[in-house]
């Protein structure tokens, strides 16, 4: 899978993510695509998905896996600072 299946939830629209999401799988073809998130951005991922995979493409995708994770970098004052991560994986209904 390439890179370009991945949708990055941040602080845009919601609606940007979903229209995302959709785009991915009907004019890109998509078989499967990956919503990421960090913080307190996780929350609006899960949302993003519920309403692709409920409202728009209902029977069409389904949520394949769930992988959480956290990432420790250094913020702006250099300190070392841990922060949660999800990855939601979409596919295709064959």
């Known amino acids: 899978m ?8 941040g602080s ?5 993510y979903v229209t995302g999401v959709i785009m991915q799988f009907t004019t890109k073809n998509a078989d499967e695509v990956i919503v990421k998130a960090r913080g307190k951005f996780i929350s609006r991922a899960v949302d993003v998905v519920e309403v692709a995979t409920k409202r728009f493409l ?16 250094e913020n702006k004052e250099g300190k070392d600072v841990r922060v ?9 209904i064959p």
């Open 58 to 73: 209902s029977g069409q995708i389904r949520l394949k896996g769930i992988c959480i994770d956290s990432e420790e970098f």
């Open 84 to 92: 949660s991560t999800i990855e939601l994986t979409l596919e295709k």
């Open 12 to 16: 845009k629209p919601f609606m940007n």
């Open 2 to 9: 390439s890179p370009d299946n991945s949708i990055f939830v």
